[in-house]
């Protein structure tokens, strides 16, 4: 493969089909158009005019445009489709040039392939052949985008060194052209509020041009003034700017949600502190109630000790005074005491007769019903009962009722299991109970 083969071949690869080149170049069109109107000539010239995509369309807008170009392979596929094109060296193109005979002078990526001090001679060349009025657009690979500057600009070995956007502007100023403009081109589209590091690196417009013109009369200068002040693509400064604006956004968001969790948690700390400190105070206060309780409970005991103590004594007094020899002494007397406090309680009241019997009959049972329980005692009362008859028969009528009553409720225990006539006899036995208890 010849030389010439291998650049078409690198450029057909890498910077993209005619298509998408002329489509890239229609940006410059608002800043041509005006030449075109104001310029009774319409002669152009693009240095390293390469596939010639740019001669293309300023032929489709009016201008006469001519290329140079040292490649005969880029030569050939201008000459393919009818272009007016010639091998030559830029420089020495331009200094052939007339003076003030060109409207338009171009040079797309071509200025990092020479040293910087024939850029400067470029643009000093380019300054004396333009008319009036005329325009210079050097576009350049950019290496404010870090990826460019750092990587895709040395794919290329015929390039020499990047040229700085401000550095480029300086030296056509410098050159004497009135004015010129930054024009950052082929930027990718961004995501809105998703701007990352990747996007810092490789998002700035990969390439740039530094459109200038020459000066001329006012009424020329400004119809040119709405393309001048227009803005174009994205800078290093801008996105970083925004990137930085994004993420301290982001952090005075964090910052903001920080301190309000701070705030809450300060809020947490201190009712946590107030909890704790009436725990303590509960805590103190159980343990004076406790001591409290404790104080009681032992005022307690020592009573209930002092009050043994003194049941003790009255106990020890009391057995004393029940074994002393006055109070068996004084037993009958106590004994009398009681019934006799009775019989006087029934004489006010006018019962004491009733009263009296109602005592004997009741001595009279018990101690029948002591007899009863003894049977040598019993059997000892009936021969003695037996001498005298009418003293029998008057105890058996009295102890009748008792016998009756004693037979009467063993009686009623099973009242279900009885006959009629077994309840009638029942009956007028609780009747006689009842008068004999009368008499």
Not at 102 to 112: D, P, R
Not at 239 to 244: Q, T
Not at 325 to 344: C, D, E, G, M, V
Not at 407 to 414: C, G, K, L, S
Request: a positive charge; proline letters at 5%.
């Amino acid at each position: 493969m010849n030389q010439p083969d291998f650049y078409r071949a690198f450029e057909d690869r890498h910077r993209g089909s005619r298509e998408l080149i002329k489509a890239r170049l229609e940006v410059y069109k608002p800043f041509v158009q005006p030449l075109r109107d104001l310029m009774q000539s319409s002669r152009a010239l693009d240095l390293g005019c390469g596939r010639g995509e740019w001669l293309e369309l300023t032929e489709q807008w009016g201008f006469d445009g001519q290329g140079v170009d040292l490649s005969e392979g880029m030569l050939e596929a201008c000459r393919q489709r009818g272009l007016k094109v010639e091998r030559d060296d830029a420089l020495q193109k331009l200094h052939s040039m007339a003076p003030g005979s060109l409207v338009l002078i171009t040079a797309f990526h071509l200025i990092e392939h020479i040293p910087f001090d024939q850029v400067r001679e470029l643009i000093d060349a380019s300054r004396h052949a333009l008319c009036p009025g005329g325009l210079l657009i050097l576009e350049t690979p950019n290496p404010e985008n870090l990826i460019v500057g750092a990587t895709n600009f040395y794919l290329d070995p015929t390039h020499i060194r990047p040229v700085p956007p401000l550095l480029l502007s300086f030296a056509t100023e410098h050159a004497g052209f009135t004015r010129n403009k930054v024009v950052r081109l082929q930027q990718p589209e961004l995501a809105p509020g998703r701007l990352g590091i990747s996007d810092v690196l490789g998002a700035v417009s990969p390439d740039y041009s530094v459109i200038c013109q020459k000066a001329a009369d006012s009424d020329v200068m400004q119809r040119f003034d709405v393309a001048f002040e227009g803005e174009h693509g994205v800078s290093l400064e801008s996105l970083a700017h925004d990137y930085d604006a994004r993420w301290v956004a982001k952090f005075t968001a964090y910052d903001s949600q920080i301190d309000i969790r701070m705030r809450q948690m300060h809020a947490h700390a201190r009712q946590a502190d107030a909890r704790a400190r009436q725990a303590r105070i509960w805590a103190q206060n159980a343990e004076a109630r406790s001591d409290l309780t404790e104080f009681k409970l032992s005022e307690a005991t020592a009573l209930l000790l002092r009050i043994e103590q003194q049941l003790g004594v009255a106990q020890a007094h009391l057995h004393a005074v029940l074994e002393s020899n006055s109070w068996r002494l004084t037993a009958p007397l106590r004994a009398l005491i009681k019934p006799a406090r009775r019989l006087t309680h029934a004489a006010r009241e006018g019962r004491l007769g009733s009263g009296i019997k109602r005592r004997i009959k009741s001595l009279i049972r018990a101690t029948a019903a002591q007899v009863n329980r003894r049977p040598l005692l019993k059997r000892s009362a009936h021969r003695i009962l037996n001498c005298v008859p009418p003293l029998k028969r008057r105890l058996a009528a009295m102890l009748a009722p008792v016998q009756a009553a004693a037979w009467t409720d063993n009686m009623t225990q099973a009242p279900d299991t009885l006959s009629p006539d077994a309840c009638a006899i029942l009956r007028q036995l609780k009747q006689s109970q009842r008068g004999l208890e009368k008499i």
